[in-house]
C-alpha cells in the first residue's frame, strides 16, 4: 500500500478511534452488564459528566499503545526487531510504579510481572513467558490492547502485523492473549485496504492455531450472530460460555476479545453502535472499546466517525502520554498520527512526512484542531469558535479558523492549546499525569495568521503563554500586537521570556479591537525551536506546580531547603526534565553528594536508559557516560572529591562532542558518533544513595 496522504487520513481516524473509544469506555471500567444497565444505560455518547470525571484523561491503553512502538525508532527502523528490544523500550519508557502500567504487584498485574521479569535481568519472550508466570498470568488482555500502533505502521501487511504482535506481546504476554493480539493486528493492518468485516475475520483466524480457544470462540460468536439477532442474548451467549468465571485473573484476554467480536458482528459496521455495544457490555470497557474504535477507524475512516453523534469536537485531539520522556506527555492526535505514519516510512526506508516544514500545529488533517480550545475563563470575553478549514493556508491545505463576535478592548478573544499539565488536571488521577513542557524560556515561538477580508474591521492580534506563577496560578504573558487589516497576513516570531523558572501551561492567539468586531483569524501554523535559556531554582512562595515539570525517576524526590533531594534505593534514578528535540546545549547544575555510589548530570536524556552522563563516582573518580543497552564509559579521570562538598558541574553537548567540567575545570572533551544520542533533555543522576542539588540550568552553547 501506498504510505500516501489517504493512508496518513486512515491513521488519524485509527488514532481518533483508539482514544474516543477510550474516554468512552474509561469512567466505568471494570462495570458488569448489569450494573450499567441500571445506572447508564446504553452508552451512546460519553458519560463523563454524570460521574463527575473529567473526559480527557490518562489511560494505560494510550500511553502503551503510542510508546511502546518507539521501538522501531530506536533500534533504526528494523523489521527484524528482537522481542528484547522491544523490553529495552519498556525499560527505558516506564518508570517503576509511575507510569503506563497499572502496577498491581507480581502475579497479580500481569505487565508489572514482566517488568520485574526484564528488571532482575530476564530477557524478553521469556519474561512474559507461561512457563515462568503460569498461565493465568500469561494470558491476561494486555497483548492486545497495546497492539493497534503495531498494525497501523504495517498497511496492507498483516502477515507483518501479526509478527510484530507476537514479538511485542510476548515481552509481557503468551499463549491465548498473543493469539487475540494477532488476529486484531491482523485485521486492522488489511482493513487499510479491506472493507468486508467477515473478510478480515477470516484472513486474521488463519494467523493462529485452529485448537486455540480464540479461534474456536470466534467460530462460536459468528455461529450465534447466523442465528440470532439480538446482541444482548449473544452477549449473554458469550458470559455463559467464555464469561470471567471461566479463566482466573484481572481481566482475562479471552472474554474481552470475545466482546470485541461480537460488537464489530452486530455493530453493522457503525461507528457509534459498535461501540455502543462493547461498552454497554461491561468488563473491560476502555481497552474493548479502545480497540473496536481504531479498528472502525482505520477502515471507514473520518467519515464513519463524524456519521453519528460529534465525538471529535469534546475531545479536541487531546492526549496524554506520561511516561519517561516527559517532554512527549503533552501531546495529540495529529503529533500521534505523524509519529506512526513516519515509523511506516521508516520500515519502508522512505523519507518522514513534515507537514508546513515540521510545525508542532499544523492543522493539515481534516477536523484537526490540535488541542486548540476557546479559552472559558475570560469575564465577558467576546465569544469564538475554532473550525479546520480548507485554504488559508500558504505552505499547506488547511488552517485553523477562530470565529470571533463582540469583541472590543477589555473584551477579547482567546484561544489556546496546552505546553503543559492543564489545571484541570492537576488533581490525582488513577494514571498519574507525569509530564515535562513542551515549551519553555529562550525558545522562539513562530506563526501565521490571516484575517478574513470579510472581517467588518481590523483588530490586534497577537500570541500569548500562560505560566504557573510561584503560587500555582496562572498568569497571562503577551507577545507583541499588531494590527490585523481585513485580508492580512502576518507572520510571528516571539522570542519567549523568562519566567523564573516557572513552567508554561499553554499557548494561544488573543483577538481583540476597540469597537466590536466580529470576523474570523486563520492561524496557519504555529511552532517554535531553539534551545532553551532557563534556571530553575524553588520559588519563594511555596508553589508546588514547578516541582511537576520534572520527570520523577527516583524512589524519592524530595523538594526541601536544598532544595532537591534525591534518594535511591537501589539502581539508579533520575529526575528529568525537557523534550527530545533539544540538541545542541550546556546544562549546569550545583550537586552535593551525600551518600551514593554515584551522582550528577545526563543530557540528551531520552528516558531511564538513554543518556549521557557526567557523574561524580564512588571510586574516587570522574566519568563520562553514555547509557544505552548498558552502561558505556566513554572517558574517566582521577578525582579526590569528598561526600558533603558541592561541586558545580557542567556538560555540553554540541554534535558528536561532548565536553565536561568540574568546577571549571574541563576534564573531559570527546567525540562520539552514535547518532542515537543526538537531542534529548536533561536530568539530574542518582545511583544507590542520597544527593543534593542546589540550582539547575540549561542554555545554548554560545550563551
Not at 160 to 169: E, T
Not at 544 to 571: C, K, M, S
Amino acid at each position: 500500500m501506498k504510505l500516501d496522504q489517504r493512508y496518513v487520513e486512515q491513521v488519524y481516524a485509527g488514532v481518533l478511534g483508539k482514544i474516543i473509544g477510550v474516554y468512552l469506555g474509561r469512567p466505568f471500567e471494570g462495570w458488569p452488564y448489569e450494573r450499567i444497565m441500571d445506572e447508564l444505560g446504553d452508552i451512546n455518547y460519553y458519560v463523563h459528566e454524570k460521574l463527575g470525571l473529567p473526559l480527557v484523561v490518562t489511560d494505560d491503553d494510550i500511553t502503551g499503545t503510542f510508546t511502546f512502538v518507539r521501538a522501531i525508532e530506536d533500534y533504526g527502523y528494523e523489521r527484524g526487531i528482537t522481542p528484547q528490544q522491544i523490553a529495552q523500550t519498556w525499560l527505558n519508557y516506564l518508570i517503576e510504579n509511575k507510569t503506563i502500567l497499572w502496577w498491581g504487584g507480581m502475579g497479580n498485574s500481569t505487565e508489572h510481572t514482566a517488568y520485574l521479569r526484564l528488571k532482575q535481568g530476564i530477557p524478553a519472550p521469556q519474561s512474559g513467558s507461561m512457563e515462568l508466570n503460569g498461565k493465568v498470568v500469561a494470558e491476561q488482555i494486555g497483548a492486545q490492547i497495546f497492539i493497534d500502533s503495531w498494525a497501523m505502521i504495517c498497511p496492507g501487511d498483516p502477515e507483518l502485523a501479526v509478527d510484530f504482535a507476537r514479538r511485542a506481546g510476548s515481552v509481557s504476554h503468551d499463549g491465548e492473549a498473543i493469539y487475540g493480539a494477532q488476529v486484531l493486528a491482523a485485521m486492522e493492518a488489511q482493513a487499510f485496504v479491506e472493507q468486508d468485516l467477515n473478510r478480515l475475520l477470516d484472513m486474521a483466524v488463519t494467523f493462529i492455531p485452529k485448537d486455540s480457544v480464540i479461534y474456536g470462540m470466534i467460530e462460536d460468536i459468528r455461529e450465534w450472530h447466523a442465528k440470532e439477532k439480538d446482541w444482548r442474548k449473544a452477549r449473554a451467549l458469550l458470559e455463559a460460555n467464555y464469561g470471567y468465571d471461566k479463566y482466573g485473573g484481572n481481566c482475562h484476554m479471552v472474554p474481552n476479545h470475545g466482546l470485541i467480536i461480537l460488537s464489530l458482528l452486530y455493530g453493522d459496521d457503525d461507528f457509534q453502535k459498535s461501540l455502543m455495544i462493547v461498552n454497554t457490555a461491561g468488563w473491560d470497557t476502555d481497552c474493548n472499546s479502545a480497540n473496536v474504535g481504531c479498528l472502525l477507524g482505520i477502515k471507514n475512516g473520518l467519515k464513519g466517525i463524524e456519521a453519528g453523534p460529534d465525538y471529535r469536537g469534546p475531545v479536541a485531539d487531546r492526549m496524554f502520554l506520561p511516561t519517561a520522556d516527559g517532554g512527549r506527555a503533552i501531546s495529540d492526535a495529529v503529533i500521534e498520527t505523524y509519529h506512526i505514519v513516519n515509523l511506516a516510512r521508516g520500515l519502508a526506508g522512505q523519507k518522514p512526512l513534515a507537514p508546513k516544514n515540521g510545525a508542532r500545529f499544523h492543522f493539515d488533517l481534516p477536523g484537526s484542531v490540535q488541542g486548540f480550545m476557546p479559552e472559558a475563563s475570560i469575564e465577558s470575553q467576546g465569544t469564538v469558535t475554532v473550525e479546520n478549514v480548507i485554504g488559508y493556508s500558504a505552505l499547506g491545505q488547511r488552517s485553523l479558523a477562530m470565529r470571533y463576535k463582540q469583541v472590543a478592548t477589555g473584551r477579547p478573544a482567546r484561544v489556546a492549546t496546552s505546553t503543559f499539565i492543564p489545571e484541570d488536571a492537576l488533581g490525582p488521577s488513577h494514571y498519574a499525569l507525569i509530564a515535562s513542557p513542551t515549551l519553555y524560556p529562550g525558545q522562539i515561538v513562530k506563526a501565521r495568521v490571516s484575517g478574513d477580508p470579510a472581517n467588518n474591521r481590523e483588530v490586534d492580534c497577537s500570541l500569548y503563554v500562560k505560566v504557573y506563577d510561584g503560587c500555582d496560578e496562572l498568569q497571562l504573558v503577551r507577545g507583541p500586537v499588531v494590527q490585523l487589516l481585513p485580508g492580512a497576513e502576518h507572520d510571528f516570531a516571539w522570542l519567549i521570556p523568562d519566567t523564573d523558572g516557572q513552567p508554561i501551561a499553554e499557548i494561544g492567539v488573543e483577538i481583540a479591537s476597540g469597537p466590536r468586531a466580529d470576523g474570523t483569524v486563520y492561524l496557519d501554523y504555529l511552532t517554535w525551536d531553539g534551545v532553551p535559556e532557563v534556571t530553575w531554582a524553588r520559588p519563594a512562595n511555596g508553589g508546588t506546580t514547578w516541582q511537576r515539570a520534572w520527570v520523577d525517576g527516583l524512589d524519592q524526590l524530595i523538594f526541601t531547603h536544598e532544595p532537591y533531594r534525591l534518594i535511591q534505593n537501589e539502581g539508579t534514578g533520575l529526575m528529568m526534565q525537557g523534550t527530545r528535540d533539544w540538541d545542541d546545549y550546556t546544562v549546569v547544575a550545583k550537586v552535593t553528594p551525600h551518600m551514593c555510589k554515584s551522582t550528577g548530570i545526563a543530557a540528551r536524556v531520552q528516558g531511564m536508559r538513554r543518556y549521557l552522563a557526567l557523574l561524580l563516582c564512588d571510586d574516587g573518580s570522574v566519568q563520562l557516560v553514555k547509557e544505552l543497552d548498558g552502561t558505556h564509559v566513554l572517558d574517566k579521570v582521577a578525582l579526590d572529591w569528598e561526600l558533603g562538598q558541592t561541586y558545580e558541574l557542567r556538560l555540553e553537548v554540541r554534535g558528536e562532542r561532548i565536553r565536561g567540567w568540574v568546577d571549571e575545570k574541563c576534564l573531559f572533551d570527546v567525540q562520539d558518533s552514535d547518532s542515537n544520542l543526538a537531542s534529548g533533555g536533561i536530568a539530574l543522576v542518582c545511583q544507590e544513595g542520597r544527593a543534593a542539588c542546589h540550582t539547575v540550568s540549561v542554555a545554548p552553547i554560545d550563551a
